[in-house]
């Protein structure tokens, strides 16, 4: 059973065009959160979400809308793309345990914009 | 501003040879400090979660240690299964689900 999944596991596009990523996890999760790896692998947050509420929104541009319809599932839409939003993204999902907090992550989404 | 730095950025060992990796940062209000392997194509996996200075953990081969400025991360007598990414991360702030700030990795190779 997989924990944290994503659609599309690969996505090519071309500019302009609006698409939408798909993430859903099945571990009864309140935090879910989207993040961007770039080129050189670094891992930016983009955005939490807990019990469908925007904790957090980092400098994105809005043409990112993420969008919670419920606690199993957190959709990144990205409207008008560009070139440089070619990228890796990943879903992931947490919580508390006594041990401390745990992320868990998705097997990612390959974007690429033409 | 919150940051995270890793040391060295590449390293290449030979199977049985001990070795560590450094995460270096600087953040207010630290609630954690968390280490990862990323395998190619695939999403970072959680290895460990450190909150306070002294706080040491262990995973098989690897353990994890924690100070006010920098984490390590020992491995012990390394197996070619072992080579990945380490990702370093450090989560900030005074709320769960507060921002996590990545470093940029360090790349192991381990030679059978």
């Known amino acids: 059973d997989t924990a944290v999944s994503q659609t599309p596991k690969y996505l090519v596009t071309q500019m302009g065009n609006d698409k939408s990523i798909k993430c859903e996890q099945n571990l009864g999760h309140d935090t879910m959160y989207w993040y961007k790896q770039d080129s050189k692998k670094f891992l930016k947050i983009m955005f939490s979400y807990n019990n469908k509420e925007l904790i957090i929104n980092e400098t994105v541009p809005n043409r990112f809308s993420p969008k919670s319809p419920d606690k199993a599932h957190l959709n990144l839409h990205i409207n008008s793309l560009e070139l440089g939003d070619s990228a890796v993204y990943f879903c992931?999902?947490?919580?508390?345990?006594?041990?401390?907090?745990?992320?868990?992550f998705g097997p990612g989404t390959r974007l690429l914009v033409l | 501003e919150d940051q995270v730095t890793q040391s060295p950025e590449a390293l290449r060992l030979q199977e049985g040879e001990s070795s560590s990796l450094n995460c270096s940062y600087t953040v207010s209000g630290l609630r954690g400090l968390f280490w990862y392997r990323q395998d190619p194509g695939k999403g970072p996996e959680f290895l460990f979660t450190?909150?306070?200075a002294g706080e040491e953990k262990e995973k098989e081969r690897l353990k994890a240690t924690l100070t006010k400025k920098e984490s390590f991360l020992h491995i012990t007598a390394p197996k070619p299964e072992d080579s990945a990414t380490y990702l370093c991360a450090v989560q900030a702030g005074d709320n769960y689900g507060q921002n996590f700030v990545f470093g940029p990795g360090t790349r192991l190779s381990v030679l059978p």
């Open positions: 450190l909150y306070s």
């Open positions: 992931a999902s947490s919580h508390i345990n006594p041990s401390g907090e745990t992320q868990y």
